[in-house]
Each structure stands twice: as structure tokens, then as C-alpha cells.
């Protein structure tokens, strides 16, 4: 069954990227990507991505020489003109409903086949998922550093129940299922 995951890393004080919205603070940690929770072993489960437009600009200046390098077909919510990476599967739209969001999550459902879908970068996307009650379950690998401020892991109210705890790496990593309100 596909589920719809919100797949992050964190700063122990709850944010996905720094007030200059760099990531140094990640990318500079040890982690076993084959591991428990871990990137890699986590990427191939995943058959279509959602992604905000600051997550998909971050990508685009900061991707390196590799650029994109996806290979599921992915969807950007923007209301943005943004370059698209040559011979990526990408389709750029607005979702500014509940009803607009659930036609964006079926595509992106229909196009994961068996595997998932996975909410990338930004909480705010993963909070109107929440909020359309559309996202399943939310992974979050907290780095031992706090941050003071940035951006916020997931902005939103969302109830929780912990399925998974481990470690991997520097990481304390952590698997929810999200509570659906009724």
C-alpha cells in the first residue's frame, strides 16, 4: 500500500534549515545511509516526490554538478515560474485548496505504483498534507545541534504516534504514524 511520507532531518530545537537556509549543519554529521531510517535505504521505497518551491530552489543551487538527481517523477507546489532540470519528470502547480491538494496526491499516488510517496524538504507542505489528511507517516532523524531558528520542521499541529526509535549515526531517528482527527 502507498503511504505518503514526510522524510526529514531536524536540529534537536526543530528546524530543517538554517536562518540563511543552509543545511551545513546537516550535511556535516555522520549518518549510515544504508542504515536503519537511513537515506538510501529509505530512497529506494519511494516512487514519486512532492516538494515545495524553496525545497526545489534549494535543490537547483546547491545540487552540484549532478543537479537533479531523481529519478521518480515529482511534483513542485509553487505559484513560481522555476526553471525545470532538463529530462526530469517534473510538473509544477498550485494547490492552494484541499480539493486542488487531493488531485495533486492522487497523481502522485497512481504515479508511486507500490512504493511511496515522499513530502521532501519544507514543513509547511507536509503540514497542508497533514492537514488535507493525506500524509501517513513522518520520519524525522534529529541532529545533536540546535539551531536557534530557520525554518520549522512541520508548522502545524499534527498528532503523532511513535511506530520506531533508533540510532543511526550522530542521528536519533524517529518513525510516526500520523493520527487522522475522527
Excluded: K
Excluded at 151 to 161: G, N
Aim: net charge negative; charged share 20%; hydrophobic share 45%.
Amino acid at each position: 500500500m502507498t503511504r505518503t511520507v514526510y522524510y526529514t532531518a531536524t536540529s534537536l530545537d526543530g528546524f530543517v534549515a538554517d536562518a540563511e537556509h543552509s543545511l551545513s549543519w546537516l550535511l556535516s554529521r555522520e549518518a549510515d545511509h544504508e542504515g536503519v531510517m537511513g537515506y538510501q535505504a529509505f530512497e529506494r521505497t519511494v516512487g514519486a516526490l512532492v516538494m515545495g518551491a524553496s525545497t526545489y530552489r534549494w535543490i537547483q543551487d546547491h545540487g552540484g554538478p549532478e543537479g537533479w538527481t531523481y529519478t521518480q517523477p515529482a511534483q513542485v507546489l509553487t505559484h513560481r515560474e522555476l526553471a525545470p532540470f532538463p529530462g526530469a519528470d517534473i510538473r509544477f502547480r498550485a494547490a492552494d485548496s484541499p480539493e486542488e491538494l487531493r488531485a495533486v496526491h492522487a497523481e502522485l499516488v497512481a504515479a508511486a505504483g507500490e512504493r511511496d510517496v515522499w513530502v521532501v524538504g519544507g514543513g509547511p507542505v507536509a503540514a497542508q498534507f497533514a492537514a488535507a489528511g493525506l500524509l501517513d507517516e513522518v520520519v524525522v532523524s534529529i541532529a545533536p545541534v540546535t539551531l536557534g531558528a530557520g525554518a520549522p520542521l512541520l508548522p502545524a499541529r499534527v498528532e503523532l504516534v511513535v511506530r520506531e526509535v533508533a540510532r543511526n549515526g550522530e542521528f536519533a531517528c524517529v518513525r510516526y504514524d500520523v493520527v487522522r482527527p475522527g
